[in-house]
């Protein structure tokens, strides 16, 4: 709902982009009292979110952390090779397009605002919100139009 809604509102992207925690509270979304720091999409940059630590994760807004993100595997590589990890989840970029891994910690979390899908003009909110899903949000995946 939060991505969806900012992909609507552009006052309200602002204040996602600004305070994710505080835009979440305004849909009556409780996101915990960590700190989430939304990072956006453009069409040169490309987000992805990984705790290489261990696996913090916004847990509230996301559900359930899926067992990739908690891997090993996952954590270290993501780092060094992000666009082998992505190609592996099917999502492969254009080479003119820049990827930044963003570190999750235990005092901050991160949520990937993706750019909203060419053919969704005139979309209700609601249906927007059906095409975003977690894999987005940590920047693994891109939502489709259908």
Known sequence: RLVARSWVDPDFRQRLLADVNAAAHELGIDASGIPIRAVENGPGLHNVIVCTLCSCYPR??????????????????????????????????????????????????????????????GWSEERLAGIVTRDCMIGVALPQAG
């Open 60 to 121: 509230l807004l996301l559900g359930a952390s899926p067992d990739w993100y908690k891997s090993r595997a996952y954590r270290s590589r993501v780092v060094r090779e992000p666009r082998a990890v992505l190609a592996e989840f099917g999502l492969e970029l254009p080479d003119d397009v820049g990827i930044a891994v963003h570190d999750a910690t235990a005092e901050l979390r991160y949520l990937v605002v993706p750019m909203r899908p060419a053919g969704t003009e």
